[in-house]
């Protein structure tokens, strides 16, 4: 996947209209996160600003639409990164197998931060409702990631056409 | 590697919750871009459906116009006797010198989401107006049918209301007819409201409504909450444990009010989550 990138301007475009339908995508099923296979495309495809302005901007996004203090949504984003770097040591970083792992662990992860949140913030979070979100979002993020990895190749492919 | 960037988020974590400056930032960031993103397909959809039910689907308009005549009736009539009620609150009043309460305006808002992203762990909705338009934090939201919530986050046009049946959320309330105090406590989506702090002998009756009590200003006081569904008494605790049902169906908002303060009615004071948790741990 790696290979001559877009155009500033052109990516600017791309990942905005990736926001807006993560978003509503986020809006149609509460709980899981849809921005986070965009960033991992994001990674796969090596271009490491893009990755940190993508992190940045999916953190306020999650960050300004929960209610909890600023601080999980960081550690979801840095945990995916982190859980990225460390398996591409061990796995093909495109392979499905790699982010179905990576997804499962980000499921766990998802419920050990609402656990911390929940002593950290002294926040009352219904356990069941964490255990259900974190599951969801083991088996979507993989589906989302195989979608957007195949739109990115193709935008990728048309620019080095170009 | 890792313990410096632990440390790092820890002193981040624990100079935003002394000072809110990155909670606001996101608030005014990720919250608007939501909002913004959310708010045209809303209005689009609006639309269409308004189209199609005037224009299109006219089959069942005419029933519905018969069932909205006759509770037009019935709420003509209340409103008749509720108005001589008040005048006769108002002469008490004059005769007894008691100084009549703040106002409180309502304005309207539409529900643009629930519980959006991967971090809404708090039952929550978003409305699509903010700070500038007269949803400040902490400003109550109610239906018609009750109580709602409160606003936990602002931004100048986009706003997250945190609900009532939240466990996080806490509302102070007098019962109707036996005028008991106590305070409602959220349980969890779809899940009954707990009253809590009642003590044993205080009076209270299944089928009782609860309404806010109005005390620090947090709600304007006679707003109905909840009815009360369930009332056990136990040998082990110096309080009843009274459970009720939410009146407000929180499952289909679309439209809310939020109850601005017009008045000199004390603001509530900044009470953060964790403070009503202490008190809570103190009480029982």
Same mark, same amino acid.
């Given at each position: 996947?790696?290979?001559?990138?877009?155009?500033?301007?052109?990516?600017?475009?791309?990942?905005?209209?990736?926001?807006?339908?993560?978003?509503?995508?986020?809006?149609?099923?509460?709980?899981?996160?849809?921005?986070?296979?965009?960033?991992?495309?994001?990674?796969?495809?090596?271009? #490491? @600003?893009?990755?940190?302005?993508?992190?940045?901007?999916?953190?306020?996004?999650?960050?300004?639409?929960?209610?909890?203090?600023?601080?999980?949504?960081?550690?979801?984003?840095?945990? @995916?990164?982190?859980?990225? +770097?460390?398996? =591409?040591?061990?796995?093909?970083?495109?392979?499905?197998?790699?982010?179905? &792992?990576?997804?499962? @662990?980000?499921?766990?992860?998802?419920?050990?931060?609402?656990?911390?949140?929940? %002593?950290?913030?002294?926040?009352? &979070?219904?356990?069941?409702?964490?255990?259900? $979100?974190?599951?969801?979002?083991?088996? &979507? &993020?993989? !589906?989302?990631?195989?979608?957007?990895?195949?739109?990115? *190749? =193709?935008?990728?492919?048309?620019?080095?056409?170009? | 590697?890792?313990?410096?960037?632990?440390?790092?988020?820890?002193?981040?974590?624990?100079? /935003?919750? =002394?000072?809110?400056?990155?909670?606001?930032?996101?608030?005014?960031?990720?919250?608007?871009?939501?909002? @913004?993103?959310?708010?045209?397909?809303?209005?689009?959809?609006?639309?269409?459906?308004?189209?199609?039910?005037?224009?299109?689907?006219?089959?069942?308009? =005419? #029933?519905?116009? $018969?069932?909205? *005549?006759?509770?037009? #009736?019935?709420?003509?009539?209340?409103?008749?006797?509720? /108005?001589?009620?008040?005048?006769?609150?108002?002469?008490?009043?004059?005769?007894?010198?008691?100084?009549?309460?703040?106002?409180?305006?309502?304005?309207?808002?539409?529900?643009?989401? %629930?519980?959006?992203?991967?971090?809404?762990?708090?039952?929550?909705?978003?409305?699509? #107006?903010? +700070?500038?338009?007269?949803?400040?934090?902490?400003?109550?939201?109610?239906?018609? *049918?009750?109580?709602?919530?409160?606003?936990?986050?602002?931004?100048? +046009?986009?706003?997250?209301?945190?609900?009532?049946? $939240?466990?996080?959320?806490?509302?102070?309330?007098?019962?109707?007819?036996?005028?008991?105090?106590?305070?409602?406590?959220?349980?969890?989506?779809?899940?009954? !409201?707990?009253?809590?702090?009642?003590?044993?002998?205080?009076?209270?009756?299944?089928?009782?409504? !609860?309404?806010?009590?109005?005390?620090?200003?947090?709600?304007?006081?006679?707003?109905?909450?909840?009815?009360?569904?369930?009332?056990? +008494?136990?040998?082990?605790?110096?309080?009843?444990?009274?459970?009720?049902?939410?009146?407000?169906?929180?499952? /289909?908002?679309?439209?809310?009010?939020?109850?601005?303060?017009?008045? $000199?009615?004390?603001?509530?004071?900044?009470?953060?989550?964790?403070?009503?948790?202490?008190?809570?741990?103190?009480?029982?």
């Amino acid at each position: 996947m790696q290979g001559s990138q877009p155009s500033l301007f052109r990516s600017l475009i791309w990942w905005t209209v990736y926001s807006v339908c993560g978003v509503w995508a986020m809006y149609l099923v509460p709980g899981v996160d849809f921005l986070l296979p965009g960033l991992l495309c994001s990674m796969q495809e090596g271009n #490491k @600003a893009q990755t940190i302005w993508l992190m940045l901007l999916f953190t306020l996004i999650q960050e300004g639409a929960g209610l909890l203090a600023f601080g999980p949504g960081l550690l979801w984003y840095a945990m @995916a990164c982190l859980l990225f +770097y460390l398996g =591409r040591s061990l796995f093909e970083a495109e392979n499905i197998v790699f982010i179905l &792992i990576l997804s499962a @662990a980000m499921g766990a992860g998802h419920v050990v931060i609402g656990i911390t949140m929940r %002593h950290l913030q002294d926040v009352a &979070i219904l356990l069941p409702r964490l255990v259900s $979100d974190g599951c969801l979002n083991a088996v &979507i &993020i993989p !589906l989302v990631w195989f979608v957007v990895f195949r739109l990115r *190749e =193709r935008e990728l492919r048309n620019v080095n056409a170009a | 590697m890792l313990v410096l960037a632990l440390c790092l988020y820890l002193t981040l974590f624990t100079w /935003n919750l =002394r000072t809110g400056y990155v909670d606001k930032l996101a608030t005014h960031t990720g919250l608007e871009f939501t909002g @913004a993103v959310l708010k045209p397909g809303k209005w689009v959809r609006d639309q269409v459906v308004e189209f199609w039910d005037h224009y299109i689907d006219l089959v069942s308009v =005419r #029933k519905r116009n $018969d069932e909205l *005549e006759a509770q037009l #009736k019935e709420a003509m009539f209340s409103l008749a006797e509720a /108005n001589e009620d008040k005048a006769e609150v108002l002469r008490l009043r004059s005769l007894l010198s008691v100084s009549a309460p703040a106002g409180w305006e309502r304005i309207g808002a539409r529900v643009i989401a %629930h519980r959006l992203g991967v971090q809404a762990e708090l039952e929550s909705i978003l409305l699509d #107006k903010g +700070y500038l338009k007269g949803s400040g934090v902490r400003t109550p939201v109610v239906t018609h *049918e009750g109580v709602v919530g409160r606003v936990f986050r602002a931004g100048p +046009y986009t706003s997250s209301v945190l609900l009532l049946t $939240d466990p996080n959320s806490r509302i102070a309330v007098v019962s109707q007819d036996n005028r008991t105090p106590g305070i409602v406590v959220g349980l969890g989506p779809r899940s009954q !409201l707990e009253m809590r702090y009642v003590a044993l002998n205080a009076p209270l009756g299944v089928g009782e409504l !609860l309404v806010t009590s109005g005390q620090a200003g947090a709600f304007p006081k006679g707003l109905p909450v909840a009815r009360i569904v369930s009332i056990e +008494y136990s040998d082990i605790s110096l309080f009843q444990k009274v459970m009720a049902e939410p009146l407000a169906n929180l499952d /289909n908002l679309e439209e809310v009010l939020l109850i601005g303060n017009t008045g $000199d009615v004390e603001a509530f004071d900044q009470q953060s989550l964790d403070t009503q948790q202490e008190d809570d741990a103190q009480k029982q």
